[in-house]
Nanobody, 129 residues
Framework: QLQLAESGGGLVQPGGSLRLSCVDS????????VAWFRQAPGREREGVSC????????AYADSVKDRFTISRDNAKNTVYLQMDNLKPEDTAVYYC??????????????????????WGRGTLVTVSS
C-alpha cells in the first residue's frame, strides 16, 4: 500500500519558482504512474501533470505547459514537480497520487480521466505579491 506525502509548498511571488516533492514511505512507488493534481478554494480539482513509472513519458495540462516540469527518482521513491514562472492562478493545494491510467494514455496533455488513489494531505502553494 502506498503512503504518499507531499511537501515543498509555500508563499512565492508571481514569476517565482517552487519544487514540490512526493515521497512514498510505503511500498515501491517505482512501479506506478504518478500524477499531480491541484484544488483551489471553490474550484474543481484540476489535473496538472503525470509521469510514467520509468519516467520516460510525461504529460502536462495546457495551463502549466512550458512552466512546470515533472520528474522522478525511483531510487528515492520520490516524484518532483518543478514549478517556474508561477502565476496567481496557480494558487492551490497540490496533491500527488497514483493514476490508474498510464501516462502515455494522455498523449502529452494531462487531464483528470483515470481513477486517482493514495494521495496525501497535499501541500499549499500560494502565489501572491
Amino acid at each position: 500500500q502506498l503512503q504518499l506525502a507531499e511537501s515543498g509548498g509555500g508563499l512565492v511571488q508571481p514569476g517565482g519558482s517552487l519544487r514540490l516533492s512526493c515521497v512514498d514511505s510505503g511500498s515501491d512507488l517505482e512501479f506506478y504512474p504518478v500524477a499531480w493534481f491541484r484544488q483551489a478554494p471553490g474550484r474543481e480539482r484540476e489535473g496538472v501533470s503525470c509521469i510514467s513509472s520509468t519516467g520516460d513519458t510525461t504529460a502536462y495540462a495546457d495551463s502549466v505547459k512550458d512552466r512546470f516540469t515533472i520528474s522522478r527518482d525511483n531510487a528515492k521513491n520520490t516524484v518532483y514537480l518543478q514549478m517556474d514562472n508561477l502565476k496567481p492562478e496557480d494558487t492551490a493545494v497540490y496533491y500527488c497520487a497514483v493514476d490508474s491510467l498510464p501516462c502515455s494514455y494522455y498523449s502529452g496533455t494531462y487531464s483528470l480521466r483515470g481513477r486517482l488513489s493514495d494521495w496525501g494531505r497535499g501541500t499549499l502553494v500560494t502565489v501572491s505579491s
